[in-house]
């Protein structure tokens, strides 16, 4: 059963950049797609961004568009996300997300993902 642990996250201004990382273990996540999803207080968990599984198709929310760019490294069995001009709409506990084995293909939905990290917490300071 594969694991999932994201790190990265923290404390950043206004205007600022983090890259949060997500580490699998347990299984190659290289034959499934992979997302980045976020909750904020008092709201639903909600679509960040998703990556196919060799990295060739993206998609982003509409509110990330431009300043967060989703990459994974296969041989590292590592998923990544940049963000860059940081929003304080943007704090949130962001999670990564994998799909089942051989579900390629992107997914904005969260009930697509079969595994969850625990989250980790990104606070933009105004």
């Known amino acids: 059963q594969v694991q999932l642990v994201e790190s990265g996250g923290g404390l950043v201004q206004v205007g600022g950049s983090r890259r949060l990382s997500c580490a699998a273990s347990?299984?190659?996540?290289?034959?499934?797609?992979l997302g980045w999803f976020r909750q904020s207080p008092g709201e639903e968990r909600s679509f960040v961004a998703s990556?196919?599984?060799?990295?060739?198709?993206?998609r982003y929310a509409e509110s990330v568009k431009g300043r967060f760019t989703i990459s994974r490294d296969n041989s590292k069995n590592t998923l990544y996300l940049q963000m860059n001009n940081l929003q304080a709409q943007d704090t949130a506990v962001y999670y990564c997300?994998?799909?089942?084995?051989?579900?390629?293909?992107?997914?904005?939905?969260?009930?697509?993902?079969?595994?969850w990290g625990q989250g980790t917490q990104v606070t933009v300071a105004t």
């Open positions: 997300a994998a799909r089942g084995t051989l579900y390629t293909e992107i997914s904005v939905a969260p009930y697509d993902y079969e595994t």
């Open positions: 347990g299984r190659t996540l290289g034959n499934s797609a």
């Open positions: 990556i196919n599984w060799i990295g060739m198709t993206t």
